[in-house]
Each structure stands twice: as C-alpha cells, then as structure tokens.
C-alpha cells in the first residue's frame, strides 16, 4: 500500500538535495538555508500527515538547525 501525498515527499526531497547542491557549490551565496527550510518544512507536513511522528520532529529539528545558521 503507497502512502498517501507522494508527491509531496519527493517535491520536498528534490527540494532538500537541490539545497544539498547549493551548499556544496555555492555556499558563499547562503540561498541553500532558505531550501533547506523550505524542503524541510515540506518534509514535517509529509511526516504530520503519514502520521509519523520521527519524521516530523527530526524535519521541525533540522529546520531549528538551518534558521540558526541562517541567523548567526
């Protein structure tokens, strides 16, 4: 049985290793927080509505992570 919102789950993780791509290549220009907040929030929505609750947290941490790099 397939989860339901996959489209969702593989938008958010071409998201994320877009912003993986821009870390590696381009750091320099910073845009690669704002994806991978973006991705990552995608990723906690999917996790809210699959119901699992190790997905959402590790997404909400991963996204408290970029926004303090992001800040400082």
Do not use: D, R
């Not at 912003?19 to 999917?46: D, K, Q, R, T």
């Amino acid at each position: 049985m397939q989860k339901p919102y996959q489209w969702l789950a593989w938008t958010s993780t071409a998201i994320v290793l877009f912003a993986a791509c821009l870390s590696s290549f381009v750091p320099e220009l910073y845009y690669h927080h704002y994806f991978f907040i973006f991705g990552n929030s995608l990723w906690a929505v999917v996790g809210y509505v699959w119901k699992e609750s190790s997905l959402f947290w590790f997404s909400l941490g991963l996204n408290i992570v970029y926004f303090l790099g992001l800040v400082f």
